[in-house]
């Protein structure tokens, strides 16, 4: 009992007393102070002010709020400046070299222009051989912790072999007389399909289709089972990104009229006797949105193997244990005890921080106004329908797994003050869009009361 009543006194003194009333005030009347943990640090942007602490230091899940912690790292690391480029070169004796830059939002059409601007520049019925250089990061499809949910048809496999997000349309058709279930694939790369669908009846408006792949997870062998009563398009990711990747190259090598007739190689670049004749790129800046404001794993993932590249100086194609050698560098000064990173999106059930690291690397982060300007403010990504009447005054980023939901922000409150806050609950038996409402209220009872 003593010990409650003095976790109680050091609580309060280092908060403003309304503020720390209504906060324990709204823990109480949720319940969830109960019947879940949560775990909230709150501090001044621009001072070491604590304003608010509870479970500050004991060890959860981040879920996706990891994203804006290894971005930030990745951003470090990279520069605001950064560009993913994908880039044509040609050594002395006509061999071409494609480096691959695994930029996530690598394009059919950026692919075309890149030949394009090649074969203006050489004469390309000389070419000796064409190569791939994909050493940039490694081919480790899924990071430890992550749940067979969580792999494929959910996520594409993680490769630096990108384009058009390595995602295939697959369209369910009903045949024109409605005598049995049709596949359709418009795409070049084809994958091996079995067709198990069937009808609904006539009066059922059945539709359930499930996607499985047949003969373990290394195999691209698909089937399709279910029953459909309507047609549909479904959108899958890839399962073999290198061979999807060197199909659509050969397309935009015979569409700009080259050609080609060999087999297209896996090798590094040579370091001497070499000249870049095309590029393609996308900055660090656009890539951010597919990460910060729409919370796309397969995008994280790959930001932070590339930033670990640099970080080891392109010595071997980076992998997980290298970006988290990096994050650990950049944060070193915050870790304590049991922190823990298993990957860059925060999928992984092994992931372990607390909210005084989440907060306080944020903090550190936005020292950076170009940095903070990146992340999600209400009415965009997965903010888009909460917060609104913050609009202009909070950046965050959100998390959610089962039973878990947290989110890291900074927000200037209605007295024009800036704070930075991590709000992590884990282990609620509550409906998801309770446990939102509950932060919702938390983040406006901090706007409202300092």
Not at 342 to 369: I, M, Q, T
Request: net charge positive; aromatic share 8%.
């Amino acid at each position: 009992m003593k010990k409650i009543i003095l976790s109680t006194i050091i609580m309060l003194f280092v908060s403003t007393p309304i503020l720390a009333n209504e906060i324990q005030k709204h823990i109480k009347q949720s319940g969830f102070g109960v019947s879940s943990t949560v775990g909230i640090y709150l501090t001044e942007k621009n001072s070491d002010k604590v304003l608010y602490k509870r479970n500050e230091t004991k060890l959860l899940n981040p879920a996706s709020t990891m994203k804006v912690l290894t971005f930030g790292a990745s951003y470090l690391e990279l520069g605001k400046d950064y560009k993913f480029e994908t880039a044509i070169y040609k050594d002395s004796k006509n061999h071409i070299y494609l480096k691959l830059g695994a930029d996530p939002l690598l394009s059919q059409n950026d692919l075309d222009k890149l030949i394009k601007e090649a074969k203006s520049k050489i004469d390309t019925s000389k070419i000796q051989g064409i190569y791939i250089d994909d050493t940039i990061i490694d081919k480790t499809p899924y990071p430890d912790g992550w749940m067979s949910g969580d792999m494929w048809p959910n996520s594409r496999p993680h490769s630096p072999y990108i384009i058009d997000k390595n995602y295939v349309n697959i369209a369910i058709n009903r045949s024109s007389l409605a005598t049995k279930v049709d596949i359709i694939q418009n795409d070049d790369y084809k994958l091996p399909i079995i067709n198990e669908l069937q009808l609904a009846a006539n009066d059922s408006n059945i539709q359930e289709i499930k996607v499985k792949k047949l003969y373990g997870e290394n195999s691209s062998v698909i089937n399709f089972q279910g029953t459909i009563s309507k047609d549909e398009i479904f959108k899958l990711p890839v399962p073999d990104p290198e061979l999807n990747f060197n199909i659509k190259l050969l397309k935009s090598i015979s569409k700009n009229g080259i050609v080609y007739d060999k087999k297209i190689k896996r090798k590094k670049l040579p370091k001497d006797s070499i000249e870049k004749i095309a590029s393609v790129s996308h900055t660090i800046e656009e890539i951010s949105k597919d990460v910060l404001l729409q919370s796309d794993n397969f995008t994280s993932e790959t930001i932070f193997k590339v930033a670990a590249a640099k970080y080891i100086n392109y010595k071997h194609p980076a992998t997980l244990d290298d970006a988290t050698d990096m994050f650990k560098e950049k944060f070193e000064k915050f870790y304590t005890d049991g922190i823990t990173i298993k990957d860059g999106s925060g999928v992984s059930r092994y992931n372990l921080v607390n909210p005084e690291f989440c907060a306080k690397v944020l903090k550190e982060l936005c020292k950076d106004e170009n940095f903070k300007n990146l992340m999600a403010t209400p009415k965009k990504g997965t903010l888009k329908n909460r917060l609104l009447f913050l609009e202009n005054n909070l950046r965050a980023k959100t998390g959610t797994l089962s039973q878990i939901s947290c989110i890291t922000g900074t927000m200037k409150t209605k007295k024009k003050r800036e704070v930075v806050f991590s709000i992590m609950i884990q282990n609620s038996p509550k409906r998801m869009a309770v446990i939102k409402n509950f932060e919702n209220g938390l983040i406006g009872i901090i706007y409202k009361n300092y």
